[in-house]
């Protein structure tokens, strides 16, 4: 099909490929809870995770566990973060504080909770504050793991810690005696992108500022396509039925390489609602590029997109992520990639390709070539031969900074 070898469709599934190789999600082998679930190769024992683990399923236990983390998974350093979260659970559970099965614990237990926020942050910054100031070309005194370049443990456990672990127990008030509560509730909805928005803005259950766009279809990517725990067989619970969750990393490498400007102009980016380009407010006095702002944001210049491709958009928004039921007046900026990668999969039904393989493609390259400096290591980048800045357009990546 002469579509999926134009350069768009190249790079979009050089770069979903890339991800499927390199998939980024919290390793699950080092967790005291998660013992009896993750297989020495770190996969999931698929057979066993509807068996009970107290009053819950495995399964809900990991879905419970996915759901904080997509809250804290935020800040200059994933790896810290995880390292971070990971050393607070097991100390947690080894002093018989099993938050993730009881929740109400986590509050009981307060004082220990905060002791560990604290004493584990200064632990990760002591093994990962060089490393990262390197990469990064910056001061390690500058390593802060709490949102939001706050440091109050308080406020971060029960904010960011609380809020999920409160929504758990408010189900579990609600559901009486599932052993699925949680997945229960996020499974009425009719599909994952529609779960992913009442998360965070459903009157009785949302957690509101506690999660972003970006943690909630982060969550989503994680349920639907890195641990596949979701029981519900439709496609609109399947692997292209949630946006892509677009993290600092893959805005870099999406404006880099020149994708996001063959939708829009810089003009478009920097006066849209929610401004995608704030000139000189990066650091270093460089343009500052907050990709997730972009939801919502039509094309400005009329696109000629092959009309496989627009076929391919509509069936997407109808079938996959249910927001809408007849073909969208507009096209969406961050779902053109969706209808490429639907397009493969009908050409390819043995090796399909997610949303999750194409922001896990954007991450694997943003935390490993493409960092937030002039000088990323372009040469050895798999995408260098499709990239406009270091091909053509070297102010792409020295101007810009995420
Ligand atoms: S070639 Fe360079 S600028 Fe382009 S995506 Fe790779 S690392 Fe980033």
New binding site residues.
Partial sequence: MPTLSDPTATLILQIAKIGKEHPSHPDLRFIDPFAGIVLADGNLDINHLDDLDGAITRRELLARFLLLSAVLDQGPDMVGLRQWVQRITNDLYRQQIDFLHNPIRFFEKLRVGIDKLLEQHECVKKLRAEDWARSNRTNPNRYNLFMDNARQALGYAVFRWGVPLALIHLLHQDRGDSTTPLLDHLETYPSTEKMTQKIKDDPRYGLGKAIGDKGAHLFGKWLVSSFSLIRRQEESWQGLSYEVPFDSNAG??LW??GYLLKWATEDDYTHHKTPVLQKGRGKGGKNYLRVTNIRGMSPSRRLNLPSEICEAYNEICITHLKTHTKAPQKIEIQRIQHAYLLLHNKENPASPLSAGDFDDGLIF??TH???NHDK???P?????NH????QKRQD??TEYRT
């Fill in positions: 870099r490498v880099r390489t390259i943003g070539y493409c960092f990323p290591q372009c050895e980048c798999p995408i260098s990239c406009e800045g270091y792409l990546i």
